[in-house]
């Protein structure tokens, strides 16, 4: 396969990935430039052992891991923020509704505020479907680590949405209560 | 998801069921009936996926990135990375070079010593400054002579400082360590081109310091091999007459070097009844009588020798008398800046006080 067609097969993968894992951040383009180049350049190593998707997930993966970190560890010396946190952008306004971007926005930011490796399980999991077998392939860990994992993260989602007017408690049990 | 679930795996297949919009099975249709927290985990976990999903991004967007990200792979690859770095790092070598260089930690290329210090291993180095203050060697390591083995090597070494054997030609280095036998002598020449004769049986070490004439001081000792020196030629100290002051072409009585030349024969003439007791050096003895018999004879090299061997004696009220009497005889040959440090030195800290007396004389003459 040509370098170009390996780019237009994997890099629409690698966009999607990368904006499940980060969503709209403002470094979002210099990840999606680094793991795709990273694909590109492992691409003739790639075996066929596992999905191509969980390939490139495993490569997206490491590459915000090691991003976050270097990052932290920026922001925190030149105290551009407090606890190196990244912020997200706003999206833009030419989608459909202006509530359900609030909304997704409102969802991404509860999840940015997870630790990555929480992070990456939910989004995986939860919020992308794939099972907890792939999952524990991509990061490369034990199927009862990503358990518990994928346990802590939700707790501790559900504690940063616990007042949100959608997806907070009250909402949901009154959503339920109302059927 | 508070109230927490008392059954946290059922949990987990009831949001599972949840996120895939799957139908429970009757165990967990049970539990979800009676729990509150799971209802709401449920009921959250819908909405979330829900909202995910509906966020996605659209194809037009995935195709502007992509043609953003060739043309950045482009732009990365027409031009190497490392090529943008390369002033910076020339720049920091340079200034890393001047910084070492004024701090002296290496030598520049335009200067002799410091280009044959640069090649000695780092103690050797390091040793360097503490001799040049004046330091006591005695802990600092020595090294036996490394006799160059080629012509070439024999050349490059000539044209530095070195010490000459029949066993080859080594150049001098901080503590360079060399046992002359019995009828062994070494010619030890400095960078200014003035050399000097050692004889054996003797142990030498060779010391850079700028406080001396040459730029570097030669300890003597006396090795055991030695054979004890006649009695009958080391009785008394030698005298040494008026006429024994080096006829001066330059300058009569009154003048600079007159005054020099009268100050040096009653240094010698003090120095010489000095070590001329019991017990006294005879080797000591035997240089300060070849010093004031080449006064006698106006020989300023034969007496710069005996002063040069003299100054490197392990006793210092000799040696510094000795290096008093060869500034002396520099400075009625008219050589007194040469000579200024290490009168300075003496004047500050020299053995005796009658030689920081003296010392302290002809600076301020």
């Not at chain 1, 930011?109 to 490796?117: G, M, N, Q, T």
């Not at chain 2, 203050?133 to 083995?149: K, Q, Y």
């Amino acid at each position: 396969m040509s370098s170009r067609a390996a780019s237009n097969e994997v890099f629409p993968l690698v966009y999607r990935q990368m904006r499940s894992l980060v969503g709209n951040r403002s470094d979002f383009d210099d990840l999606v430039q680094i793991a795709a180049e990273q694909v590109l350049r492992s691409f003739s190593s790639f075996e066929g052992r596992s999905k191509l998707s969980t390939w490139t997930y495993r490569i997206c993966y490491l590459t915000v891991l090691r991003h976050e970190r270097w990052y932290r560890r920026w922001l925190r010396r030149f105290a551009l923020a407090e606890r190196g946190d990244v912020e997200s952008q706003s999206p833009a306004l030419d989608e459909p509704t202006l509530e359900e971007f609030e909304r997704a926005g409102r969802l991404r930011r509860a999840v940015e505020r997870l630790s990555p490796k929480r992070r990456t399980v939910i989004v995986l999991h939860d919020l992308e479907g794939h099972s907890v077998e792939e999952i524990a392939g991509i990061v490369a860990t034990k199927l009862l680590t990503v358990r518990s994992r994928l346990r802590d993260g939700r707790r501790d989602l559900a504690r940063i949405l616990c007042a949100d007017p959608y997806f907070g408690d009250e909402a949901c049990r009154f959503e339920e209560n109302e059927r | 998801m508070n109230p927490q679930c008392s059954e946290p795996d059922l949990q987990m297949a009831v949001l599972a069921e949840a996120r895939d919009a799957g139908t429970l099975t009757p165990d967990c249709a049970l539990h979800l009936e009676g729990c509150a927290a799971c209802q709401t985990a449920a009921e959250r976990m819908r909405r979330m996926v829900s909202t995910w999903s509906a966020d996605q991004v659209d194809d037009d967007a995935v195709a502007a990135a992509a043609t953003r990200f060739q043309a950045r792979r482009v732009a990365a690859h027409a031009a190497p990375g490392w090529f943008d770095v390369v002033p910076f790092a020339l720049a920091g070598v340079a200034a890393g070079y001047l910084l070492l260089a004024s701090t002296g930690t290496i030598g520049l290329p335009w200067k002799t010593r410091p280009a044959i210090d640069a090649q000695l291993p780092t103690a050797v180095r390091a040793s360097t400054a503490a001799v040049a203050s004046s330091a006591t060697p005695n802990d600092l390591p020595r090294f036996a002579p490394v006799f160059a083995a080629t012509d070439e090597g024999v050349k490059w070494v000539r044209a530095r400082p070195h010490i000459e054997t029949t066993r080859g030609v080594a150049p001098l280095v901080d503590g360079l360590r060399l046992q002359l036998n019995q009828g062994e002598s070494a010619s030890v020449a400095l960078a200014d081109g003035r050399a000097s004769k050692v004889e054996g049986p003797c142990l030498v070490e060779f010391w850079s310091t700028p406080m001396e004439v040459g730029g570097w001081r030669i300890l003597r000792e006396e090795s055991a091999a030695e054979p004890s020196v006649p009695v009958a030629i080391t009785p008394t100290a030698p005298a040494v007459p008026e006429s024994a002051v080096p006829s001066n072409k330059k300058g009569g009585p009154g003048s600079r070097e007159g005054g020099a030349a009268a100050a040096l024969n009653e240094t010698v003439s003090s120095s010489a009844r000095d070590v001329a007791g019991p017990g006294a050096n005879q080797v000591s003895v035997r240089a300060w009588a070849r010093a004031a018999a080449a006064l006698r004879e106006d020989d300023f090299d034969a007496a710069d020798r005996a002063f040069d061997e003299l100054g490197h004696a392990l006793d210092p009220a000799t040696r510094d008398a000795a290096r008093l009497a060869r500034a002396q005889l520099w400075i009625s040959r008219g050589r007194e800046a040469a000579v200024r440090p290490v009168l300075e030195q003496l004047a500050q800290s020299g053995a005796t006080p009658l030689v920081r007396q003296r010392a302290a004389e002809f600076l301020h003459r």
